[in-house]
């Protein structure tokens, strides 16, 4: 198959690497269909990020079909179109079981092991671990271009800035840095219920942006001395 492979820092090429395969009974094979790049995906080619060791497919968020299931899957089938998470889950270990699947015990503390510990999604296939856990079936009339946002972006805005930061009805919301994650917050405060929410960025774009998105007012950091007592205001 096909795969983006990260050589080093700066080093990344779309090259021919084997097809992966069932490894575990709770494995998922799943074609891509559409994927997308993440911030965390530029770090790693900026060399940030060390566990990442030349070799390594890159990326962790996809929409795709299930080919295959090992015989310990019984929620997935052959056939589903899905979303992959960014984060896989045994699901039994302490800390899945506290709601903390990105500790997850069993896959070495981490639940971030796509594009990163293990190949991931910016390729024509790949494997998924636990994919009972990790596999979401999409909607009928919901896109791929949507349901990848679901992937990853969107659910970190939400739940790092809006379920963490208990946003609720007539709450005056900051979102501070109004790029994908950023306007996945703003996006989601909206709908509990948020009377304001202000976005502070430096670019323009990102403004406009985040006003289409939901945001009632926009703080231009070039644009003002004191961004907190513009925030007062």
Known sequence: MKA????????????EVADPA?????????????TTICGTDL???KGDVPAVTPGRVLGHEGVGTVLET??????VRA???????????CGTCGYCKQGM???????????????HLIDGTQAEYVRVPFA??????????????????????LPTGYEIGVQYGAVGAGDVVAVVGAGPVGLAAVMTARPLGASRIIAVDGDPFRLEAACAFGATDVIDIGAVDDVAAALRR
Not at 4 to 15: D, I, N, Q, Y
Not at 132 to 153: F, R, T
């Open 132 to 153: 009972d856990n990790g596999l979401v079936p999409v909607p009928p009339g919901v896109s791929d271009e949507q349901a990848v946002m679901l992937s990853d972006i």
């Open 70 to 75: 090992g015989t310990g899957c019984t929620r």
């Open 79 to 89: 056939g589903q179109r899905v979303i992959v998470s960014c984060i896989c889950k």
């Open 4 to 15: 983006l492979v990260f050589h080093g820092p700066g080093e990344r090429a779309w090259e």
């Open 43 to 45: 770090h790693i080619l």
């Open 101 to 115: 699947p990105s500790h997850c015990q069993t896959l070495g503390g981490i639940g971030w092991v796509f594009g």
């Open 22 to 34: 069932i490894v575990e009974p709770t494995d998922a094979l799943v074609r891509i269909d559409t």
